[in-house]
């Protein structure tokens, strides 16, 4: 079992019960207690958990995908700037992909002034848009993931191959100058790079807190995006790096 693969079980089992122990890891994922304990420091110093004596425990911060209810409730403010930032990109009879995400959940409840066409594969998306009369929707098949509200699979991905978008906004765990972006596990990974791929404008939501961060899973360089919208509290040096790389750079001012 690769490196990479060990990690995501490790993370999974944390999700699943808060805490883990060297020892039951050792012998479900069948390595040495050694490697365990190196796997459970590097996760640590990427900030995915937190050691503890025996094992480790869940680390409940924005690097972890927490559950979307928690996730909108933290920094509602910031996510509310950034949406209204996004939404004045649109323009009348687009069609844009929504990724699934307490962001893009806010710009769905915005949504509504002027025709557009939406295509998303989640379902409180989904919710939002159902009572809105100048919006379209599309919703892409699939099967629930975990106790989130997107939906991905064999279908959503048949779905994809066969649309092309004007736009895109999508989030993502970590965003890094060096690494690129990434997140916690290859389902999330697999289904990113194939938005990224039909959308003709990639626009990335990412609040400050997201950037010098390196998740578990590489899944674009920022090379592959077009734009990226975050808020006034981001590092001057990220910001300047940011901007030599030609990105069009949008800050949603903050208090």
Known sequence: MLSVERHERILDQLDQSKIVKVSELSKLLEVTEKT???????????????????????????????????????????????????????????????????????????LGEFPITVITNDLKIANILLGK?????????????????????????????????????????GVSIEHGLTVINSIHADWKKQIINCADHVTLLAD??????????????????????????LDENIKVNLENKELALHLAKIL
């Open 36 to 110: 365990i304990r190196g796997d459970l420091e590097l996760l640590e110093q990427r900030g995915l958990l937190k050691r503890i004596h025996g094992g480790a425990v869940i680390v409940e911060e924005e690097g972890r995908m927490l559950p979307i209810a928690e996730r909108q409730s933290r920094h509602s403010e910031v996510k509310l700037a950034i949406a209204k930032e996004a939404v004045k990109l649109i323009k009348p009879n687009e069609t844009i992909l929504m990724d699934g995400g307490s962001t893009t959940i806010a710009i769905a409840e915005l």
């Open 208 to 233: 400050s807190t997201k950037f010098d961060k390196v998740a578990l899973i590489r899944f674009a360089s920022l090379e592959e995006v077009n734009e990226i919208i975050t808020d006034s509290r």
């Open 133 to 173: 009369n100048n919006v379209q929707l599309m919703v892409l098949g699939g099967t629930r993931i975990d106790n989130s509200s997107s939906l991905m699979g064999a279908q959503a991905t048949e779905m994809l191959q066969r649309i092309r978008v004007n736009r895109l906004f999508f989030g993502t765990t």
